[in-house]
């Protein structure tokens, strides 16, 4: 069974727990919720799922249910000692941050699919998926309910407002699609925003520039993105060096689509 809104309140009373603010935390209180995430992930037997801020395991619960390997990762200690207790042996629970947990013991030995799968933190979502798309290429899909506007980052297009790094970055990876929004009243406390499923499936053949070096020009562009790029990227190249990638000087950043920062990113590589 996955947890109720009052099997949430009884649990944060039980252990004398509060949702604190600092880290982001807002728990799923809807089993239906979970269980269309945990569908969304397509994951079951013999999948090693990695989820990240477990909380109180609503989504935890309905991951075990799969049939899957999960595995939590859960900063806070009293809330890592608290889902513990609600998984026992189902699942194993790690208490360290995300950002700098060590993957080969996430991981250990498992040579299956691996997957991970959260309701993330606001204020870590974008940060956390691009490092683990960057450095953790063990992991094939990343599941992930979100802030909506960060969501539709991830998955924007060349053109769109909303269009920036994590885009272009996520891009450089992984293909990502929005697959549901997930109203504030299904959360515990309720948050002040929309929040989205979105899913972000990794390529076959790695990446085809290094991450870093793609960041570089990215950030540079997207940093004056109002600007045109013989002004924005000023700093790395100049106006002949955009225009021999094939790209139009006085373009602007959010037009560009993923094969041309690739191209201006190699100019830079090659720019003694």
């Given amino acids: 069974m996955t947890h109720s809104r009052p099997t949430i309140h009884e649990l944060l009373d039980k252990h004398g727990l509060a949702a604190r603010r600092e880290l982001g935390q807002n728990f799923v209180a809807d089993p239906n919720t979970v269980r269309r995430i945990a569908a969304l992930a397509d994951v079951g037997e013999g999948d090693l799922v990695v989820e990240i801020g477990p909380g109180l395991g609503s989504l935890t619960l309905a991951l075990i249910e799969t049939g899957a390997i999960v595995v939590a990762i859960e900063i806070d200690s009293g809330l890592a000692a608290a889902v513990a207790e609600v998984v026992g042996t189902d699942a194993r629970v790690i208490e360290a941050d995300a950002q700098t947990v060590d993957w080969n013991e996430v991981i250990g030995d498992h040579d299956g699919r691996v997957h991970v799968v959260a309701n993330l933190p606001y204020n870590i979502g974008t940060t956390l998926v691009l490092d683990i798309l960057a450095d953790e290429p063990r992991v094939s899909t990343i599941t992930v309910l979100v802030q909506s506007e960060v969501a539709e980052r991830f998955a924007a297009q060349p053109g769109s407002k909303i269009y920036g790094i994590p885009s272009v970055m996520a891009a450089l990876h992984a293909d990502a699609h929005v697959l549901a929004t997930v109203p504030p009243t299904v959360f515990v406390p309720r948050p002040k925003v929309q929040s989205s499923v979105v899913k972000l499936t990794r390529r076959d053949g790695g990446p085809e520039i290094a991450h870093g070096d793609l960041g570089t020009v990215v950030r540079a562009g997207f940093g004056q993105r109002r600007k045109m ?39 830079v590589q090659s720019t003694p």
């Fill in 229 to 267: 790029l013989r002004r924005a990227l000023g700093g790395l190249l100049t106006e002949e060096q955009i225009a021999a990638a094939d790209v139009d000087p006085t373009a602007r950043a959010e037009q560009l689509d993923l094969a041309a920062w690739i191209r201006l990113a190699r100019v």
